[in-house]
């Protein structure tokens, strides 16, 4: 059922690569007006924009049709006589494939991008480039993270509507809007509470890392089964 399930959701895994790609160019397009415009300044530095931007693509668009699409599998594994337990392991084994091969055509984006860098913007000093060589092996990490959000996502979707959609709406839009209030007001107490949160998030050991993420994706993974074992299929 594996297999089946994988050729029914092949099309999202093309959409997937489409996404990357725009994003990906997107991101270059920023990179070249960011550059044009303020790139004069004697300390002008420039990011892998790109890569980033594919990256915040690829994560929207899976979470959107893990929220919008996977009632629709459900239904459709769960109508033709296979039980909820065998859709949710397909659906997690699916995603988590789809997901590391995104994650890997990104982070080959990520060298196209840095040798773009080099070729157009080599008189201006690359930031964080430490980071891209770190991603290769985070990358296993990162698809089973957004594996894991796309099924806690999905069937709190299924249960409860669209309500949900709109409550983790707000949630994103928070967060999007916490670095721009940081930078209206560097010295207010949300800037205050994001360096106690960093000083936080640097005192904590690798181990303790590893640890706190098990248990996070067991959590949310038993949260998700629980409610899918209780969904009904709809017509």
């Not at 960011?34 to 931007?53: A, I, L």
């Not at 089964?225 to 017509?235: C, G, T």
């Amino acid at each position: 059922m594996l297999i089946k399930t994988m050729k029914l959701r092949l099309d999202e895994l093309v959409l997937y690569a489409a996404v990357d790609l725009v994003g990906f160019l997107f991101g270059i397009l920023v990179l070249v007006l960011m550059t044009y415009f303020e790139g004069g300044e004697p300390d002008y530095t420039v990011f892998r924009m790109g890569t980033v931007m594919a990256c915040i693509f690829f994560c929207f668009v899976s979470v959107m049709m893990g929220m919008f699409g996977m009632g629709g599998y459900f239904n459709w594994h769960v109508g033709f006589g296979k039980t909820r337990k065998s859709f949710f392991l397909c659906d997690i084994a699916t995603e988590f494939c789809w997901n590391f091969i995104n994650l890997m055509i990104i982070w080959g984006l990520s060298f196209v991008e840095g040798g773009i860098i080099k070729l157009f913007f080599s008189s201006y000093r690359e930031e964080s480039k430490i980071l891209w060589g770190m991603f290769g092996w985070m990358i296993p990490f990162f698809a089973l993270f957004m594996t894991v959000i796309r099924e806690i996502t999905g069937t709190l979707k299924m249960r409860f509507g669209n309500k949900v959609f709109w409550i983790i709406w707000g949630i994103w839009m928070f967060i999007c809007m916490v670095p721009v209030k940081i930078g209206e007001n560097k010295s207010g107490k949300a800037a205050e509470m994001i360096e106690g949160i960093t000083a936080w998030v640097k005192g904590v050991s690798v181990t303790g890392w590893v640890l706190m993420g098990t248990a996070l994706v067991i959590l949310l993974l038993a949260v998700s089964w629980l409610l899918m074992r209780k969904q009904m299929v709809k017509s």
